[in-house]
Nanobody, 114 residues
C-alpha cells in the first residue's frame, strides 16, 4: 500500500482546510485509516480514525471541528478541518492499517497563523 497525503498549507485562525490521503496498491487489505499529527517539539498524536465500514473516532482536541471520511471508489480518505486554531499547526500524516501491517504516507504541513 502506498499513501500520498496532500492539502496542507497556511490558513488563518478560524479557517478550514481539507487534507487528502490517496491510496494505491493492495487496497483490499486496508482495515482502517487514521490521521496523526506532530506539532513542533511534541510527539505524534492520533487524531482521527475511520474503518472500512465507516465508523469514526476522534481525539477530544479535534472533536466537533474535524471530520474524517473516505471515498472507496477513489481509494481516497479525507480530513476536513474547520475552525482551525494556532495549536492545530503540525505535520499531518495519514496511516493505513492493513492485514499485513501499517503503512504511512508522507506528512503534509498545516500552519494556522494570522
Amino acid at each position: 500500500v502506498q499513501l500520498q497525503a496532500s492539502g496542507g498549507g497556511l490558513v488563518q485562525p478560524g479557517g478550514s482546510l481539507r487534507l487528502s490521503c490517496a491510496a494505491s496498491g493492495s487496497i483490499f487489505s486496508i482495515n482502517f485509516v487514521a490521521w496523526y499529527r506532530r506539532a513542533p517539539g511534541k510527539v505524534r498524536d492520533l487524531i482521527a480514525t475511520i474503518t472500512t465500514g465507516g465508523s469514526t473516532n476522534y481525539a477530544d482536541s479535534v472533536k466537533d471541528r474535524f471530520t474524517i471520511s473516505g471515498d472507496n471508489a477513489k481509494n481516497t480518505w479525507y480530513l476536513q478541518m474547520n475552525s482551525l486554531k494556532p495549536e492545530d499547526t503540525a505535520l499531518y500524516y495519514c496511516n493505513a492499517v492493513t492485514t499485513i501491517g501499517p503503512y504511512w504516507g508522507q506528512g503534509t504541513q498545516v500552519t494556522v497563523s494570522s
